[in-house]
């Protein structure tokens, strides 16, 4: 696979979130959907119902103001998690 194809696969947009205790759920628009734990996030694994529910998309990534956090579909697809300490929750 050339670079540029494998480039061209991290450049993802999200269509929808799902956000539950143990994972978070993102569908991407080509098909695709990324599930990771939610503790990758602590923000989010912390975060309420309503919290979670309350989110923005946009082409880089997604966005929960309530809880400030933010996080890239390119991140996501490369398996970064978040550089937050749990225990800081």
Do not use: C, H, Q
Not at 25 to 32: A, K
Not at 52 to 70: F, H, M, N, Q, T
């Amino acid at each position: 696979m050339s670079s540029s194809l494998a480039e061209e696969k991290l450049d993802a947009r999200a269509t929808d979130v799902k956000v539950t205790d143990e994972t978070i759920s993102v569908d991407l628009e080509d098909g695709r959907t990324i599930i990771v734990p939610t503790a990758w996030i602590p923000r989010l694994r912390f975060a309420t119902e309503a919290e979670r529910k309350k989110y923005k998309l946009s082409p880089w990534g997604i966005e929960w103001p309530d809880v400030e956090a933010d996080v890239s579909i390119r991140g996501l697809l490369l398996g970064n998690k978040s550089g937050e300490n749990p225990e800081s929750f």
